[in-house]
């Protein structure tokens, strides 16, 4: 039993170094893919408020000024769509406010450029509860 003790009183510089050596290297992997993850939700919210943005301009342009090329619904369709998928790699809960959206514009969106704009409130709601949670997922990052 002492010629243990004396092996680990000799080598507790090394064995120290170990510990701290492994213990170092465990957080520096822990602290690279955190960060990895926060780049790709940041990056993936931004071009998801880039596409709500894109949808946004698409109902103002076909409630307001009744332009059939830029508020197309079809490219109203495209921009939904493109949100939802990018609300995949987002956190909770976009991808659950996404789908919300997607069934707004589904129901709604033959009713844009009405003049009951019934139809452009519940759209409008639907993309600035998806807007606001975007930022909060944003706000939220370590």
Avoid: C
Avoid at 15 to 30: F, K, P, R
Avoid at 51 to 73: H, W
Wanted: glycine fraction near 4%; charged fraction near 25%; aromatic fraction near 6%.
């Amino acid at each position: 039993m002492s010629s243990f003790r004396q092996q680990l009183r000799a080598n507790s510089v090394a064995l120290i170094s170990l510990a701290i050596a492994l213990t170092s290297l465990t957080y520096n992997t822990w602290r690279n893919e955190r960060t990895e993850h926060n780049r790709n939700v940041r990056t993936a919210t931004f071009e998801l408020l880039m596409k709500i943005a894109d949808l946004q301009r698409v109902v103002y342009l076909a409630q307001y000024d009744r332009d059939q090329r830029g508020g197309s619904p079809r490219n109203g369709w495209t921009d939904v769509l493109a949100i939802v998928d990018l609300s995949k790699l987002a956190p909770a809960p976009l991808p659950a406010r996404a789908e919300q959206m997607r069934a707004v514009w589904r129901d709604n969106w033959e009713g844009l450029g009405q003049q009951d704009e019934r139809a452009l409130e519940r759209i409008d709601a639907a993309i600035e509860s998806l807007r606001a949670a975007s930022l909060e997922a944003l706000s939220s990052l370590r």
